[in-house]
């Protein structure tokens, strides 16, 4: 008899055991989701969390987002995992392919165990009944059964395999941000039949009206970015080197910022393909270029805010001397700042920035390309000096986007 109390024991015990295990899974995916950015796609506007309807426009028409709440009707509730594995894996919902608007070609590299925490969490957030909007594509696009042929020519599911010859951090660092993170799927250059030309992975490319910048290791280095600063940029929002904004914002808000300390170390080192810390170089500002009409008009429309030194202001506004995005070849994503502005920027309780107002309507072309002269001249090292001609083509490029992406 002695003998069978232990047992007994044990049996009553495991229930716990078993739901201590549950729990800890569903919490496991529940963190996974944050890195997978869900909520942020999968919600609208003080909509409910996971009920899908938000809408993302294409080359081809508006597509909308999914329920992907618990619910069993319009939900993924009625999901078994096999299901739910073939849709985030192979692109391929019980009600057949999805678009790859659903980063499916990032997330066919999350690892078996990491599925399974996934689905725990998905089964368990709270059902909503919202229905899931009709997308809005044009022929041939609205024919899912094209989408095989897309998945046949450009989509190899295979879990995330660790490169041997780099660190475990690095390696860490790779899967998140390639496979839950899907960086790739804005920062990669896409081919003409939209997959990610992978030969330019993280070399930048257009999103909308802004451009997702380069971000490879060679890039980041060049331009002076320290580990310090990319953490804080992933971490917060707001680095030595500038703010982000647009997609990017709620990228980090919703993301990014939840990384727990191992994982924000692991996606600097990998960012930067260095083990040790990486110092990054001193912020640039070359008081030589205060002269001429550039810098009239920077002291002007810029100087209080940003500083007559590039400086910035804690809390109100980012420094310039060193900021990134002046600092990129690539100008589209600094007239975009400067012609229509930037919302306010909250990031958390303790980092926030004040709205910049845009400047399309008091800028000629003149003005406007002696202005980002300057700004170039004085806040970075960078050579690139725009005629006027340069600058009223950028300006029109930079104005039929913007118009592109407000219908």
């Known amino acids: 008899m002695q003998k069978l109390v232990p047992l007994a024991m044990m049996f009553a015990v495991s229930p716990l055991a078993m739901a ?9 995916g529940k963190y996974l989701s944050e890195l997978a950015d869900c909520v942020a796609c999968h919600t609208t506007d003080g909509g409910e969390p996971y009920a899908g309807g938000l809408s993302f426009k294409t080359p ?12 069993k009707k319009e939900g993924m509730g009625h999901y078994s995992f096999e299901e739910f594995e073939k849709a985030l894996r192979h692109g391929v919902a019980p009600k057949g392919n999805l678009y790859p608007a659903m980063p499916y070609t990032s997330f066919d590299k999350i690892t078996q165990d990491d599925m399974r925490a996934l689905y725990a969490y998905f089964m368990s957030t709270t059902p909503s009944s919202q229905p899931n ?16 042929a897309w998945n046949l020519l450009n989509h190899s599911p295979q879990e995330y395999v660790a490169d041997s010859s780099k660190s475990e951090d690095w390696n860490r660092g790779n899967y998140i941000l390639n496979s839950f993170g899907h960086c790739a799927e804005c920062h990669t250059p896409r081919d003409i039949t939209f997959a990610m030309d992978q030969e330019q992975h993280y070399q930048g490319a257009m999103i909308g009206n802004t451009w997702a910048p380069d971000i490879t290791p060679e890039t980041l280095v060049d331009q002076g970015w320290s580990s310090e600063d990319i953490k804080d940029l992933i971490g917060t929002g707001y680095s030595r080197k500038g703010t982000v904004v647009g997609e990017m914002y709620t990228a980090i808000y919703h993301s990014l910022s939840k990384f727990d300390e191992k994982d924000l170390n692991a996606a600097t080192v990998y960012l930067l393909d260095s083990d040790e810390n990486v110092e990054g170089k001193p912020l640039t500002f070359n ?23 590039g400086e910035g202001k804690t809390n109100f506004a980012p420094g310039l001397a060193g900021n990134g995005t002046l600092a990129h070849d690539n100008s589209v994503n ?74």
């Open 287 to 309: 008081a030589e270029a205060n002269e001429g009409e550039g810098y009239n008009l920077y002291m002007g429309y810029c100087a209080s805010c940003h500083g007559v030194e």
């Open 334 to 407: 600094l007239m975009v700042a400067t012609l229509y502005g930037i919302k306010p920027q909250h990031y958390s309780t303790l980092v926030s920035f004040d709205a910049m107002p845009g400047y399309d309507k008091d800028l000629s072309d003149s003005e406007l390309t002696e202005l980002v002269n300057y700004l170039k001249a004085a806040f970075t090292p960078s050579s690139i000096r725009f005629t006027e001609a340069e600058m009223s083509e950028l300006r029109k490029e930079v104005e039929e986007n913007q118009e592109n992406a407000a219908h």
């Open 20 to 28: 201590d295990a549950e729990n800890d899974l569903v919490q496991q």
């Open 60 to 71: 081809f028409g508006t597509i909308y987002s999914t329920n992907i709440t618990s619910d």
């Open 133 to 148: 909007p009709d997308n809005d594509v044009m022929f041939p696009a609205n024919i899912r059964m094209g989408l095989k």
